[in-house]
């Protein structure tokens, strides 16, 4: 981690950001037209790379409300976000994007089962044949005011995650490695996670090894869902992203992905389980879309139908050979046999 001046720089420019003209919405109008956000005027390495990207307006305000309220408040306001819904809805790319936008450095982590809170905080590193301790992603972003985004804690043992408690509510963080020595975090930091059961366990068998959270932890994070996005706003996420799809294509896709979900969730409120043991999320459908343009002229030189050829090598490949078959029979009926 190099300490250098434009991160020193990155945070001592604060920039309001009109939302409107920064952030492309699928329904502009519902954002304030005078409404700004705080960021920084330069970015610094950590910073996202900036993608074409949609936003959904209710999404970036719930977003943008949580991060300028302890903006505004202090550190009294300080609570993280959890944001949480099934795979592939856009909870990482929409933090991401955002900051991309704000020039906000952002240090991520991914939770899995044996990941420990010293992970997070202290990691080592060899030089010149020494082991040498070195800052972890949570207390880089702590020090240097950067967002930190926690991705699929849920899968982190719930002891591991108690120590988190007082960073995510504005206190200091602990460090055991240095002796215990406390740093207070600063006040441009934040605390993002996401997950798919909010918290809540696998209570659907969709999310194998998703813990449960008391709520106690619970407690402190300002909850936000992310659902799939409507058939409308994905068509204008296509637009954004593949522009080069044709209509009549787009809109089957998008059909096609959303038979898949239905037929993979079931119905939650009857209890009745899904049809399919595999869906298709926003990033497979950009993928399916992207690739079916790509392989076009040689699928159809071999007398393939490019989107099957590429919906097989997004989504089929990774299933048995019955759910595939499913999948061949929906694609048939919506785009004709292929
Ligand atoms: N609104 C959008 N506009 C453009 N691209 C999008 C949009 N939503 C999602 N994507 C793309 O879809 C892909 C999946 O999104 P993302 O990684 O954010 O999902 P996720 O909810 O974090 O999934 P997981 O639960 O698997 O971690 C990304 O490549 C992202 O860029
Ligand atoms: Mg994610």
């Known amino acids: 981690m190099k300490s250098n001046t434009a991160e020193k720089q990155v945070h001592e420019d604060l920039r309001e950001f009109n939302v409107r003209k920064e952030f492309p919405c699928e329904v502009p109008d519902t954002i304030p037209e005078q409404m700004t956000v705080p960021g920084f005027a330069a970015a610094n390495p950590f910073v996202p790379e900036l993608d074409p990207y949609l936003f959904r307006s209710d999404l970036l305000i719930d977003v943008l409300g949580w991060h300028m309220k302890r903006h505004k408040r202090g550190g009294s306001a300080a609570r993280g976000l959890m944001l949480t819904g099934h795979m592939g809805t856009g909870k990482t790319s929409v933090i991401k994007q955002i900051c991309a936008r704000l020039n906000i450095p952002v240090m991520e982590a991914t939770g899995h089962s044996t990941m420990e809170y010293s992970d997070l905080v202290m990691t080592k590193t060899v030089?010149?044949?020494?082991?040498?301790?070195?800052?972890?992603?949570?207390?880089?972003?702590?020090?240097?005011?950067?967002?930190?985004?926690?991705?699929?804690?849920?899968?982190?043992?719930?002891?591991?995650?108690?120590?988190?408690?007082?960073?995510?509510?504005?206190?200091?963080?602990?460090?055991?490695?240095?002796?215990?020595?406390?740093?207070?975090?600063?006040?441009?930091?934040?605390?993002?996670?996401?997950?798919?059961?909010?918290?809540?366990?696998?209570?659907?068998?969709?999310?194998?090894?998703?813990?449960?959270?008391?709520?106690?932890?619970?407690?402190?994070?300002?909850?936000?869902?992310?659902?799939y996005p409507t058939p409308e706003q994905e068509k204008m996420v296509l637009e954004t992203t593949v522009p080069n799809l044709a209509g009549v294509i787009r809109d089957k896709m998008i059909e096609f992905a959303n038979e898949v979900r239905k037929g993979f969730v079931g119905n939650l409120d009857t209890g009745e389980p899904g049809s399919l043991p595999v869906t298709l999320s926003t990033r497979t459908l950009i993928n399916w879309a992207e690739d079916s343009l790509f392989f076009a002229l040689i699928a159809k030189a071999r007398n393939q139908n490019p989107l099957k050829y590429s919906l097989d090598r997004n989504l089929g490949y990774r299933v048995d050979p019955v759910t595939r078959k499913a999948l061949h029979e929906i694609f048939d009926r919506l785009f004709g046999k292929g």
Do not use: C
């Not at 200091?172 to 934040?190: A, K, M, S, W, Y």
């Not at 996401?194 to 194998?208: C, E, F, I, K």
């Open 127 to 227: 030089i010149a044949g020494n082991i040498v301790p070195m800052d972890g992603p949570l207390t880089i972003a702590a020090k240097h005011g950067y967002w930190f985004l926690f991705n699929e804690m849920e899968q982190v043992p719930q002891g591991e995650l108690v120590g988190l408690n007082s960073i995510i509510e504005g206190g200091p963080l602990t460090i055991p490695e240095n002796g215990g020595q406390q740093i207070n975090p600063h006040p441009n930091f934040r605390f993002i996670v996401t997950g798919n059961t909010a918290g809540m366990g696998d209570q659907t068998g969709l999310y194998q090894g998703a813990q449960m959270f008391n709520q106690a932890f619970l407690d402190r994070f300002f909850i936000v869902e992310v659902a």
